[in-house]
């Protein structure tokens, strides 16, 4: 029995979904104590800041993650060390081009932006990314080696540390916006300090890295970069449209509790996602079509099925959801914005049902060495959620329509991806229910099994 339970909690799926609960639990409580310790308008500017940051983040990083994955999955060596340089050489570059180009920006139009949600951002994101350069970069090794344990530790760190800091401040201190950011800043530099002592981030072997293995990686990420901020945009240009809107900063605070709850929806989503990619690249590297189609249709179907009850749950208890996260003052119609965010909550409740799919057919296009459709893919549904805010609020002024463009814009996405893939591993709908049901089935006979052993 003890080595079943030890032999579960060193598997990859259960460090993953772990390490994601555990960020994402701390992250919805810090969440949940930001919107209790600020004014909507206040809180609003906070949840603009961290949108444009994860954005930014993922250009940053987007430009090779998803490349080195899939090279470190089956690298000799040598290559791995070139590969490992050239991705913290790439990422040095890239990161003060961002940090030049943010402070041009700010220096050109300090008025508008002084006059905007986006101060925070301009004035701290710079300093943001020099400091937790050595974090991120440790973290995309750590994947592609399935080091989902130190992954968890670094995670745990940046998590626990802010939530300690926001906790903190909800009881005692009552700090302004930007005292918040610099805590932010000292808690991320405590998990890149932790990474470069312990020579995680891999910024040693950049002396190794060469021109082909540089050049290696940029072919590559020259679609997956766009594909990673389009997909971040598909979550973040709801937020970013908005506060361009007459809605105002109330408005993205308000609509920001129920996207915050699609978190919950997306922690499992996330750490299947995290060990399916290296396995589907490592297959189609090999040329093993079948065991490539039988990873899609065995992750796609067992995170449909448990999307379903995830939903389930958020669609009957968004009520008790938002007012867990909010509190009370985002309970009902919103009196300013004329708004209600549980409406908003069973809206993203139907678009939770459709992200494995959308998620495994994006991660398997990659994976097969297609990123170029996988960014066609993107794009179309980049194209059809910006259309559908700008109708939904510039049109009908309607934050729920909103979230019902973010459950039309993933059909559009799962249906261009699969056609895609079907063309290449002739796939079907049903088997990803039918191999999500026998992964269920097979996890019931080992408990059984185990249970029969010692009973």
Not at 251 to 278: D, G, H, W
Not at 318 to 336: E, N, R, S, W
Not at 445 to 450: H, V
Request: net charge positive.
């Amino acid at each position: 029995m003890i080595k079943t339970l030890k032999n579960i909690i060193h598997e990859e799926n259960f460090l993953s979904l772990a390490g994601n609960m555990t960020i994402s639990f701390f992250g919805i409580a810090s969440f949940a104590l930001l919107a209790r310790s600020y004014s909507m308008d206040v809180f609003g500017e906070w949840v603009i800041f961290i949108s444009a940051t994860a954005l930014v983040e993922m250009f940053r990083y987007g430009i090779i993650n998803t490349a080195i994955v899939r090279y470190l999955s089956g690298a000799s060596h040598d290559e791995r060390l070139k590969f490992i340089g050239s991705n913290g050489l790439i990422g040095i570059i890239a990161t003060f081009v961002i940090i030049l180009l943010l402070y041009a920006t700010l220096f050109a139009f300090y008025g508008s932006i002084h006059n905007s949600g986006y101060e925070l951002f301009f004035k701290w994101y710079p300093l943001l990314a020099l400091i937790n350069f050595p974090m991120n970069a440790a973290l995309v090794i750590m994947q592609a080696d399935l080091k989902f344990g130190k992954i968890l530790i670094i995670r745990s760190i940046e998590s626990v540390g802010f939530f300690f800091v926001v906790a903190v401040n909800f009881l005692f201190l009552k700090m302004t916006m930007y005292q918040l950011v610099i805590s932010f800043l000292v808690v991320d530099g405590i998990a890149s300090g932790l990474c470069l002592l312990m020579s995680w981030d891999g910024l040693k072997y950049i002396t190794k890295a060469t021109k082909e293995t540089t050049k290696v990686l940029l072919h590559f990420s020259k679609y997956t970069t766009f594909t990673l901020i389009g997909t971040n945009l598909l979550r973040s240009a709801d937020t970013f449209i908005i506060s361009f809107s007459p809605l105002g900063t109330a408005a993205v605070a308000l609509y920001s509790i129920p996207m915050k709850l699609t978190e919950l929806q997306q922690i499992p989503l996330r750490s299947f996602a995290a060990t399916a990619f290296p396995k589907l690249s490592k297959a189609s590297m090999q040329h093993k079509i079948d065991e490539v189609k039988e990873i899609f249709y065995t992750y796609s179907g067992a995170m449909t099925y448990l999307f379903m009850f995830i939903s389930l749950i958020t669609f009957v208890f968004a009520d008790l959801f938002i007012l867990i996260l909010g509190g009370k003052q985002y309970l009902g119609t919103d009196p300013v914005t004329g708004f209600n965010a549980a409406t908003i909550m069973r809206i993203f409740s139907v678009y939770g049902l459709l992200l494995p799919i959308d998620r495994m057919t994006g991660i398997s296009l990659d994976a097969i060495n297609k990123p170029n459709i996988n960014f066609l893919k993107v794009l179309y549904m980049v194209v059809a959620n910006v259309l559908g805010d700008i109708v939904a609020i510039f049109i009908f002024k309607s934050l729920s329509l909103v979230a019902v463009a973010s459950v039309f814009f993933t059909i559009i996405g799962i249906w261009v991806g699969f056609y895609y893939l079907n063309v290449e591993l002739s796939l079907s709908y049903r088997g990803i229910f039918t191999y999500g049901a026998n992964f269920y089935r097979t996890i019931y006979r080992k408990i059984k099994t185990t249970l029969n052993r010692f009973l």
